[in-house]
């Protein structure tokens, strides 16, 4: 079996057409299992990190859409002291501790992390100029540590208030 994959395109071209074919890598059988099994949003440590703050106490809002006519939500949000939490996956957001590069279709993948590492900036730029504290936590960080970031966050901002 062959590990290349084809993809009919087409685009044009000052007014002209043109069709070819695009030549990608098909993903290992175990890679795109795991990438599949992935969970965006309710994951366990998403759970975990929010079942920790409900135990002492915090009471918060999940996958928020804060920025107007955006579909960007944010993991954890606490309405009244205006702090956005996002909990950040270290391959999928380029930790530069753990985040690592694949090497199939290793330059797809440099871009679509560089990507998502601007669009995480662009968001914490627009949530800071609407008034809210953004707090990013890599995944890599342990979840007491973790919840002991948010609970100091939110109670600092909840007294600015």
Known sequence: MSNTIYRWWRHRIEGGRSAGYLVLQKPLTATSKRMAATRSRDNPREVAVRSALHRIGLRYRIHRRLIPRSNRTVDIVFVRAKVAVFLDGCFWHGCPLHGTSPKTNSEWWREKIAANRARDSDTDSKLKQQG????????????????????GYAQREERRT
């Open 132 to 151: 809210w504290s953004v707090v990013r936590i890599w995944e890599h960080v342990p979840i007491e540590d973790a919840v002991a970031l948010i609970v």
